[in-house]
């Protein structure tokens, strides 16, 4: 069974960028579609970007398309998202997951929070 540990986050200012991270602990999750979630206070958990199992096709919430990248390295047990031109709309909690998400694998996340 698979441990999610995300990391990158931080305090940046409008218009700046931030890398996340999505570590694989115990097995390879190179089987499965994965994908970024985000809450933020007093909101529910939402889709951000999503890439499938190969890494071939990727998609995104229309809130960040053409700022945000979603990657993947199998052979690392790694998932990435490249975060530019950052908005305050952006500051949330954000996590990793299998993209459907399974409830066994939401993990402590990592706070981004974007100020203006």
């Known amino acids: 069974q698979v441990q999610l540990v995300e990391s990158g986050g931080g305090l940046v200012q409008a218009g700046e960028s931030l890398r996340l991270s999505c570590a694989a602990s115990g097995r390879t999750f190179s089987n499965y579609n994965m994908g970024w979630f985000r809450q933020a206070p007093g909101k529910g958990r939402e889709f951000v970007a999503g890439i499938n199992w190969s890494g071939d096709f990727t998609t995104y919430a229309y809130s960040v398309k053409g700022r945000f990248t979603i990657s993947r390295d199998n052979a690392k047990n790694t998932m990435y998202l490249q975060m530019n031109s950052l908005k305050p709309e952006d500051t949330a909690v954000y996590y990793c997951?299998?993209?459907?998400?399974?409830?066994?694998?939401w993990g402590q996340g990592t706070q981004v929070t974007v100020s203006s």
């Open positions: 997951n299998r993209n459907p998400p399974s409830e066994t694998y």
